[in-house]
């Protein structure tokens, strides 16, 4: 683990706490530009959103409406609170394909960029620990006067988030700044991920707000629109059982 990373780890709670955790769940308010140019204004307004630490899964629950997704990178499925299955979509990815800025977002679309966002965010730093992963640390940037070390992230193929390359920037107290990337699914489009008013959730540190906006040339954010916004308001952890542990730790 190369020293930046292990800075951010620690500051976010370290590994051993995070080895526990088994889930994340978060109420949250998703907001901003992107969800009216694609057709879907304040879908995801009030949400709950649970991600899972070891394999790539988020639900999306939304309350009052007897509905959830279900994001996983090969499949999402939309049910209801029941069960009973309302629609799914083998390979998503693929149904992005030949869309234009403006091209109209179904439910589906929706639930598999929320997913491979979201799960990212809510892994991350310890993401960048796991296997596949490679880190590298690149040049520092100052930014309002303060200086912040960046790290380049290549992720594996076997994951899927909004590029394969991303770039994480920590503060000196090595919390999460700010997250750049393009999104693959959208053409390439730039997004600065701002990061802020931290909460220490039973020894995990997570920023409970995030604010996206395009960039261009050498990451110069472009002020409007505010892209996404997404506030979070009770986070809850749950934790992996003694027994699965120890088998994780003995394999």
């Given at each position: 683990?190369?020293?930046?990373?292990d800075?951010?780890?620690?500051?976010?709670?370290?590994?051993?706490r995070?080895?526990?955790?088994?889930s994340v769940?978060?109420a949250?308010s998703?907001t901003?530009a992107?969800?009216f140019?694609k057709?879907?204004?304040?879908a995801?307004?009030?949400?709950?959103?649970?991600i899972?630490?070891k394999?790539?899964?988020l639900?999306?629950?939304?309350?009052?409406q007897?509905?959830?997704?279900?994001?996983?990178?090969?499949?999402?499925v939309m049910?209801k609170?029941?069960?009973?299955?309302?629609?799914?979509?083998?390979?998503?990815?693929k149904?992005?394909e030949?869309?234009?800025?403006?091209?109209?977002?179904?439910?589906?679309?929706?639930?598999?960029f929320?997913?491979e966002?979201?799960?990212?965010?809510l892994?991350t730093?310890?993401?960048?620990?796991?296997?596949?992963?490679?880190?590298?640390?690149?040049s520092?940037?100052q930014?309002?006067g303060?200086?912040?070390r960046?790290?380049?992230?290549?992720?594996?193929?076997?994951?899927?988030?909004h590029?394969?390359e991303?770039?994480?920037c920590f503060?000196p107290?090595?919390?999460?700044?700010?997250?750049?990337?393009?999104?693959d699914i959208?053409?390439?489009?730039?997004?600065?991920?701002?990061?802020?008013d931290y909460?220490?959730?039973?020894?995990?540190i997570v920023p409970?707000k995030?604010?996206?906006?395009?960039y261009?040339?050498d990451?110069?954010?472009?002020?409007e629109p505010?892209?996404?916004?997404?506030?979070?308001?009770?986070?809850?952890?749950?934790?992996?059982?003694p027994?699965?542990?120890?088998?994780a730790?003995s394999?």
């Amino acid at each position: 683990m190369s020293n930046l990373l292990d800075l951010a780890v620690k500051a976010h709670g370290g590994l051993e706490r995070w080895s526990r955790v088994k889930s994340v769940r978060v109420a949250a308010s998703i907001t901003g530009a992107i969800w009216f140019v694609k057709g879907k204004g304040d879908a995801l307004k009030d949400v709950i959103m649970t991600i899972e630490t070891k394999k790539e899964r988020l639900t999306t629950d939304f309350p009052g409406q007897d509905k959830r997704s279900i994001f996983e990178p090969a499949r999402i499925v939309m049910e209801k609170v029941d069960g009973t299955l309302i629609e799914a979509r083998n390979d998503p990815e693929k149904s992005f394909e030949g869309h234009q800025r403006s091209t109209p977002w179904d439910d589906i679309h929706v639930a598999y960029f929320c997913g491979e966002a979201l799960w990212t965010y809510l892994n991350t730093p310890f993401l960048y620990t796991r296997q596949g992963f490679a880190t590298e640390e690149i040049s520092s940037i100052q930014v309002d006067g303060e200086t912040w070390r960046r790290l380049k992230v290549t992720f594996p193929d076997s994951v899927k988030s909004h590029s394969r390359e991303q770039i994480s920037c920590f503060g000196p107290d090595g919390l999460l700044r700010r997250h750049d990337y393009t999104v693959d699914i959208l053409g390439g489009a730039t997004g600065l991920n701002y990061a802020s008013d931290y909460r220490d959730v039973d020894g995990i540190i997570v920023p409970t707000k995030r604010r996206i906006y395009a960039y261009e040339g050498d990451y110069q954010r472009v002020k409007e629109p505010l892209l996404v916004a997404i506030d979070m308001g009770e986070i809850t952890l749950a934790e992996q059982s003694p027994r699965t542990l120890a088998a994780a730790h003995s394999s």
